[in-house]
């Protein structure tokens, strides 16, 4: 696939098709992924493909928790108050996932059902979750591990697989801990689903957008 369609072509996945992936594929998109950059090489990132059984807990755990109002726990701060244009770009994309699977603003059960799916990491037959280590800064970390999952994601996109980036999936690591044998010493920071995508899914086709060259690149001449 040509790099630049790759790039632009790539596509939160949020409907998947009830196929598994075969473990050889998880692996040449993560034997791709290894050669992401990162500081001085350090490579500081580790990753639990979860599928099967251990996924199916995962899945049940992360609803239990968040149908009993469990508090987000997470082990990287996850903000709620953006500023007021990252505000608004937040709050399209809530209003654009709902519209397009025709969910109305006050129909609280289709909302409810909504989030519920994603907490279920959207039935992905897999999901990679991406750690960094709790003995170093987690700055540039974090830097690293977005190379790394942006790389992941493209090149899962390259073999015809669908990704999507879930912050959801990392809100309780202590429960994690217990399904995925992740130590105490790694701080999960987010879930990638993976799987092959149903792209006759509206929620998979709407229009997304993106900021303006002029709104963020700054030409110092
Ligand atoms: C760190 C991170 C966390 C994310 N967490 C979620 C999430 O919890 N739920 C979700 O539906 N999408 C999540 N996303 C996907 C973003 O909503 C998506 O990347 C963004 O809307 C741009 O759309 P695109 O990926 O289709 O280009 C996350 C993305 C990133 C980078």
Known sequence: MELAAAIKGRRSIRKFKSQDVPRSIITEVLDTARWSPSWGNTQPWDLYVLTGEPLAKFKAMNLRQTLAGAAIASDVPMLEKWPDAMKARYGELGKVVLSVQGIKREDKEGRDQYYQNMVSAFDAPCLILACISAENLVEYQMFDLGLISQTICLAAHDKGL????????????????????????????????????????????????????????????
């Open 162 to 221: 669908g990704t999507c980036l879930l912050a959801a999936t990392a809100r309780y690591p202590a429960e994690i801990r217990k399904i995925a044998a992740i130590p105490e010493n790694k701080k999960i920071v987010v879930g990638i689903a993976m799987g092959y995508p149903d792209l006759s899914f509206p929620l998979n086709n709407f229009e997304r957008d993106r900021a303006k060259l002029d709104e963020f690149v700054h030409w110092v001449e």
